[in-house]
């Protein structure tokens, strides 16, 4: 099948983008990039090499000693897949959003990331957001993580003038993660202090109000809709302590969500099974013919 991954030109999240395009491209898809002009997208370097996430990582000699930075930035297989993906010619020729015609894809991944300076392009792009409704207008299969569920959230359906989430259940970066990044950026990182907050709350507004969680939540039909780890989960720790990712072969610190055709996760610690579980979809969709949603009263 024929998946386009939707990415912005700087910033994006290494392990999302890397580890999906993988795992879908050994399971025989065909993989296409969108970028906002048509350049070839780059990820975000500290995400990458972990150095000038610590408190001296503004001091050019010490920056190279990683110790927040080695637990934070992408972990030995996104690396080495992301090199991989360095040299792929379909990342290194992506079409633009103006070009992206969904009627030439089967499904569609929206990968996230949290830099401003890179990602606002990517998450404030009407032409983007027209494009991810017609995916789902159509009723292919799309999958998001991170902050590319917002771009999900902001999507309007043609058929019902609502979010292309309403209705449907999902996660995301929740807040208690995003929160805790911010906290130890703030400490760590005090000369770039919302590093961690693509949006951060206005005076007057309650904390988290900007959050990628909040933003999606608003999106839904109703509160309950957005879920996170139940506290009686298998592995809760694991899942919520935001020190254990999961592997190919570990599935345990993952928390993946699958509402029909739409998959979501939360965070690069979710990305293997994201993946494998778009994986699965991709393939009950092929053996299936596709089926478009009937619009509702």
Known sequence: MKVLIAIPNDDFEPSEVAVT???LKEAGHTVSFTTPDGNRGHADDLMLTGQGLDVWGAIPILKAV?????VLRADR???DAYAELERDPAFLAPVGYDKLE????DALVLPGGHRTRGMRPYLESP???AGVAEFFDAGKPVAAICHGVVVAARARSKITGRSVLYGRKTTSLTWRQERLAWTINRIVRFWDPNYYRTYVESTGEPPGYRSVEAEVTRALEQPQDYRDVPL????YGRKTDGQHRDTPADARPAFVVRDGNYVSARWPGDVNTFAKTFVEVLAEQKAEPLTVPVPQA
């Open 232 to 235: 009686d989960a298998p592995d």
């Open 127 to 129: 032409r983007l957001a």
């Open 77 to 79: 297989a996104a690396r």
């Open 66 to 70: 990683k110790l927040v930075g080695g």
């Open 102 to 105: 969904a009627d030439a894809y």
């Open 21 to 23: 395009w993988k795992v």
